[in-house]
């Protein structure tokens, strides 16, 4: 398996920008997870889906901040207007859930997109 | 609410030599599960390691080991034969049985010395 795949690698924007970050899992997990890791704040669980659908958004910082999993093999999250401040590493991480049997609560993370807001 | 602590924010080891990143958490609950990720430079977040609360035996995969004490609700990670790729900041994480949901340390970062 590829593993969980994120693009873009690395995304440099000027402040207003819209910045929409991807994310495709690994193939078969029902969990899919969108963290953000800064060195002030450490590593936050942003919102995470089961089955497609939103489950816990709490951590999700402003209105500025939303996510989509339109299908089981894409989701995205998106920044709109991004601020300095929304400079981060962004991870994408998925798990495979209840129904199957071995390290379903196991996540995997992607390679995260590393955003820097001029 | 479940809090993981690595007390130890930074060390460093010799390479080939045998070192030991400390973790502790605190929960009330009986089922839950403990892993070790590894962040290099290049930033992704490697599974390193991973313990089922139930299971008394330590997990190992090749040169890395866990010693998991339940009752001390320690769980820490011992890296023998050090090489350099094994740079890198390490997170303890604490996850509640049927969560799926982590709850991570602030990481210790281990530089291995040539």
């Known amino acids: 398996d590829a593993g969980v795949i994120q693009s873009p690698r690395h995304e440099v924007t000027e402040m207003g920008q819209e910045v929409t970050l991807r994310c495709k899992p690994i193939?078969?997990?029902?969990?899919l997870f969108w963290y953000r890791q800064t060195m002030m704040r450490g590593l936050e669980l942003l919102i995470y889906?089961?089955?497609?659908?939103?489950?816990?958004d709490s951590g999700m910082p402003e209105d500025r901040f939303s996510a989509k999993m339109p299908n089981a093999s894409f989701s995205t999250l998106k920044i709109q207007p991004s601020e300095p401040r929304d400079s981060a590493v962004y991870f994408c991480?998925?798990?495979?859930?209840?129904?199957?049997?071995?390290?379903?609560?196991?996540?995997?993370f992607g390679p995260g997109t590393r955003l820097l807001v001029l | 609410a479940q809090t993981v602590t690595q007390s130890q924010p930074e060390m460093s080891v010799q390479e080939a030599e045998t070192v030991t990143l400390s973790c502790t958490y605190d929960?009330?609950?009986?089922?839950?599960?403990l892993f070790w990720y590894k962040q290099p430079p290049s930033r992704q977040m490697i599974l390193v390691i991973r313990?089922?609360?139930?299971?008394?035996q330590n997990a190992t995969e090749n040169r890395f080991s866990v010693n998991f004490q339940k009752a001390a609700k320690s769980f820490s990670l011992k890296i023998s034969d050090s090489q350099l790729g094994d740079t890198a900041m390490y997170f303890c994480?604490?996850?509640?049985?049927?969560?799926?949901?982590?709850?991570f340390g602030r990481g210790t970062s281990l530089i291995v010395h040539p």
């Open positions: 994480a604490f996850m509640r049985g049927g969560s799926y949901i982590p709850t």
């Open positions: 991480a998925s798990s495979l859930g209840r129904r199957r049997g071995g390290r379903q609560e196991t996540q995997y």
């Open positions: 193939s078969g997990h029902d969990y």
């Open positions: 929960t009330s609950e009986n089922n839950y599960y």
């Open positions: 313990q089922e609360a139930y299971k008394q």
């Open positions: 889906f089961n089955n497609n659908v939103p489950i816990d």
